[in-house]
C-alpha cells in the first residue's frame, strides 16, 4: 500500500464523524463533528488517543442523523 492511500484512508477515517454528520438536517451537530473530527486529527499520532474525540463526534453524528429520518 502506498503512503498516499495510507494518508487518504487515516484521513477518511478520521473524518468520518463529520462525514456522517452532513446527512444530518440541524448545523450545530455538524460544527461539533468537525471539532471532534479535528481533535481526533490532533490526537492521531498515538492511536489510542484518538478514540475518545473520535467514538464522540460518531454518537453525535448518529443521533443527529437517526433525527433527520426519524421525521420520515
Do not use: Y
Amino acid at each position: 500500500m502506498s503512503m498516499t492511500a495510507a494518508t487518504a484512508g487515516l484521513l477518511l477515517v478520521t473524518f468520518m464523524p463529520f462525514l456522517v454528520s452532513l446527512a444530518g438536517k440541524a448545523n450545530q451537530p455538524k460544527a461539533l463533528c468537525f471539532v471532534c473530527s479535528l481533535m481526533a486529527l490532533l490526537a492521531s499520532v498515538e492511536p489510542h488517543r484518538a478514540a475518545l474525540p473520535w467514538i464522540t463526534g460518531m454518537l453525535i453524528a448518529v443521533v443527529a442523523v437517526r433525527e433527520r429520518f426519524r421525521d420520515i
